[in-house]
C-alpha cells in the first residue's frame, strides 16, 4: 500500500488533483486506443461498447467541459428574516445564481450532440488530407481532440474559485446508494432494492453475452475476379477478353470467407470449349489451367494476382473460377460447387509471322 502511495506522489500534482470526470475522459481514451491497436485485444469484442462509448460520448463531454468549466446549481434558496427577526423556514423564496455553468442533465445531453457533430467534422477535414478516413487517422485525430480539449477543461476549472467549479458528486451518490442498499427503511425497500441489484446483473449480463458471443448470421462464401486500373486500385472491370494462343494477360482472384470458421480454400481455373443448345451450355472439351489454396479465417479476404494463359483456339470460351471450401471433388463444373466465376474470352492462333 505504501509502495502504491509512493508511485501516485511521483506523479506530478497538476495530475494527481485532475477532476475525477476529466481523469475518467482520459482513461476511457487510453482504453479505446488500446483496445483499438494492441495486437491481441483488438480481435476481442472488448473494442466495440468501448468504440462506441468514445464516439458517441467522449469527445462532446470534454468540449463541453472546456467550454463551461463552472458549476450549474439550479436555484438556491436564501432565508428571509421575519419580523421577530428570526429565520422563518416557511418564508424561504427561491434566488437564481449568477452561474454561467451548465449542470450535468445538460452535459450529458450536449456531450452526445456534439460528439455527434465532431467526430463526422473530422473525418471531414481528414477526407482533403493524404492520410484519408482511414481507422488509424481517425483514432488519432479523435483523441488528440479530446486529450487537449480535456487539458484546456482541467487548466479553466483550476482558474476558478473552488466553489464554483463543476464537479461530479460521485462520492455522495456512492454514499446515498449504499444508503439506500444497506440501510432501507422497510422491508418493502430491501425487496426492491434486491429486484434491482438483480435487475442490473441480468441486463449487464445479457449485454456482455451479447456483445461477446454476436449471433451467427448467414454463412457463405465468395468468389470473384478484379483487375488492376491505371491507378493501381482493384477494380470489377476491364476484363481482358482477347487472347493469342501461348500469351497471357494479368488476373486477380479474389475469396471472402463468411463461414463463421477457418476455412481451407482451393481455387481451380479451367477453361471449357461450350455450345449453346436450345438454350443449354454443352461443354465439349475442358481442360484445368491452375489450381490455388488458401486457408482463410472467418471475415478473412485473400487476393491472388496470377497469370491466365487460354490454350484452346475459338470463341466465346468459357474461363471458370471454381471455388472449393475444405475438399476438391473429382467432377471439375459448375454444378460440383455453389461458388465460381466465369470470363467470356476469345483466343486467336499465333501469327505466323
Not at 167 to 192: I, K, N, Q
Request: hydrophobic share 45%; glycine share 6%.
Amino acid at each position: 500500500m505504501a509502495d502504491g502511495r509512493s508511485l501516485w506522489l511521483l506523479l506530478p500534482r497538476q495530475v494527481r488533483t485532475l477532476p475525477a470526470d476529466l481523469a475518467a475522459i482520459l482513461a476511457v481514451t487510453a482504453l479505446v486506443n488500446v483496445a483499438v491497436f494492441a495486437p491481441v485485444i483488438r480481435e476481442t469484442p472488448l473494442r466495440v461498447p468501448l468504440g462506441l462509448a468514445f464516439v458517441l460520448f467522449i469527445p462532446g463531454y470534454a468540449f463541453i467541459a472546456a467550454l463551461f468549466p463552472e458549476d450549474g446549481d439550479g436555484p438556491a434558496t436564501a432565508d428571509v428574516v421575519d419580523s421577530d427577526g428570526d429565520e422563518s423556514e416557511d418564508a424561504q423564496r427561491w434566488t437564481v445564481t449568477n452561474r454561467s455553468g451548465i449542470d450535468g442533465i445538460e452535459r450529458v445531453a450536449l456531450a452526445f450532440g456534439l460528439s455527434i457533430a465532431i467526430v463526422p467534422l473530422i473525418g471531414l477535414v481528414l477526407n482533403f488530407t493524404p492520410w484519408g478516413i482511414r481507422l488509424v487517422p481517425i483514432m488519432i485525430s479523435v483523441s488528440a481532440f479530446t486529450i487537449v480539449t480535456t487539458a484546456i477543461a482541467a487548466v479553466r476549472r483550476r482558474q476558478l474559485p473552488e466553489d464554483e467549479r463543476f464537479h461530479v458528486p460521485y462520492r455522495e451518490w456512492l454514499a446515498a446508494g449504499r444508503a439506500e442498499v444497506l440501510e432501507p427503511d422497510s422491508r418493502a425497500d430491501t425487496v426492491l432494492n434486491v429486484l434491482l441489484v438483480l435487475s442490473i446483473v441480468l441486463a449487464v449480463g445479457t449485454l456482455t453475452y451479447a456483445v461477446v458471443v454476436p449471433p451467427e448470421g448467414e454463412q457463405f462464401s465468395a468468389v470473384y475476379i478484379l483487375t488492376e486500373d491505371d491507378d493501381g486500385d482493384l477494380v470489377a472491370d476491364g476484363y481482358p477478353t482477347e487472347f493469342v494462343q501461348g500469351e497471357s494477360e494479368e488476373i486477380i482472384v479474389g475469396v471472402d470467407n463468411h463461414e463463421h470458421r477457418t476455412v481451407d480454400y482451393t481455387v481451380v481455373v479451367i477453361e471449357q470449349d461450350v455450345e449453346v443448345v436450345d438454350n443449354e451450355t454443352v461443354v465439349h472439351e475442358q481442360r484445368e489451367l491452375d489450381r490455388f489454396e488458401a486457408q482463410l479465417e472467418h471475415n478473412e479476404t485473400w487476393h491472388h494476382e496470377h497469370d491466365l494463359e487460354p490454350t484452346m483456339v475459338g470463341e466465346d470460351n468459357r474461363i471458370l473460377w471454381l471455388l472449393y471450401p475444405d475438399e476438391v471433388p473429382e467432377d471439375l463444373s459448375q454444378e460440383s460447387t455453389e461458388y465460381h466465376v466465369h470470363l467470356w474470352v476469345d483466343v486467336a492462333e499465333p501469327d505466323e509471322d
